[in-house]
Each structure stands twice: as C-alpha cells, then as structure tokens.
C-alpha cells in the first residue's frame, strides 16, 4: 500500500487537524496520521470500485473515523482516564485499540472503542471511579440481548417450518 507523502497532501491532513484543534506530541504522528488515512483511502477504493482524490478520502476519513472517535475521547471520563494527554495521541491509540477490536468483532463503533481503551490503558482510579465502565457492561449487556433476541427469533421461525412440514406429511400420510 502505498503512502502518499507529497506536501499538497500533508497540508490537506495537517488543515483539517489543524481545524479541529488536534494536537500532536509524538515525534511519528504526521506519518502516522498519513498512513491512516492512506488505508482508509484504499479501503473506500476498494468497497467503492474506484479511485477517490485525496482530498475525498481525507474528507471521508474525517467523518467516518477522525470526528466520531476524537468525540468519544473527549467525554469527561476518558479525559479524566488519561490526564495531560493531548488528544491527537490518544486518537493514534486508540484508534489502532479500535482497529484491533473490528478484527474481533466487526460492529464496534467508535464509542465502544474509546471506552474500552480507557479501561484497557486509562489511569486505574479514574477508571475504577468513573462511568466507563458502566457503559461498556450496558453495551455488552445490550449486544447479548440483541443476540438472544435473535436467537428466540431464529427458534420461532424453525418451530413454524416444523409445524408446517410436519402437518403437511402428517396429511399426505392419512390420506
């Protein structure tokens, strides 16, 4: 894959982060934050069919992954997790935190994500006293009704398809 490293385009990058007031303390994190939106670039060309301008990418990365995972990081008790910490590198991390869980599961979205690195990373008694962890179990508790709601679903239709196959041989037998 290849990263795209010409001054138009790290201008484009550095605009929007410079828009949004996210900064940067790590030494790595212009490349870094190139070769995000280079993959996001290859993943829309990819899903899309087609070759989108870096500037559409950039826009799309934005939307799709800077904005909602930079708002989730901003909420009271993930700050509070990580004290000091400018944003942009908590945005590095744990969007790389992120990308690990959709390797696991594949609907994690970006609040679940922040929430999950402040547990995982966060300072212990922030995390200990805050309402991070009562969110993540709400959501797990939410994804297994989901999923039991599904399964009772599932369940449901197999007894009908029983029922109506069994009353159609049982009638085709007595006949």
Do not use: C
Not at 161 to 168: A, F, G, I, Q, S
């Amino acid at each position: 894959m290849n990263t795209i490293n010409t001054n138009e385009t790290m201008e484009t990058t550095s605009e929007v982060l410079d828009r949004l007031g996210i900064a940067f303390t790590r030494d790595d994190a212009a490349n870094r934050v190139q070769e995000h939106v280079s993959v996001h670039k290859y993943l829309i060309d990819t899903e899309q069919h087609t070759e989108h301008a870096w500037e559409e990418a950039v826009t799309s990365w934005q939307s799709t992954v800077l904005s909602p995972l930079k708002t989730a990081l901003e909420q009271g008790d993930i700050r509070k997790a990580f004290p000091g910490r400018p944003v942009g590198d908590l945005y590095l991390e744990a969007s790389d935190h992120w990308y690990y869980l959709k390797e696991r599961r594949a609907d994690v979205g970006p609040e679940e994500a922040a929430d999950s690195f402040a547990l995982r990373y966060g300072k212990a008694l922030t995390r200990f006293f805050s309402s991070i962890s009562v969110r993540a179990a709400a959501r797990a508790w939410d994804r297994e009704a989901s999923r039991g709601n599904s399964i009772a679903r599932k369940m449901d239709r197999a007894k009908t398809e029983y029922d109506t196959n069994l009353n159609n041989y049982a009638s085709r037998m007595f006949v």
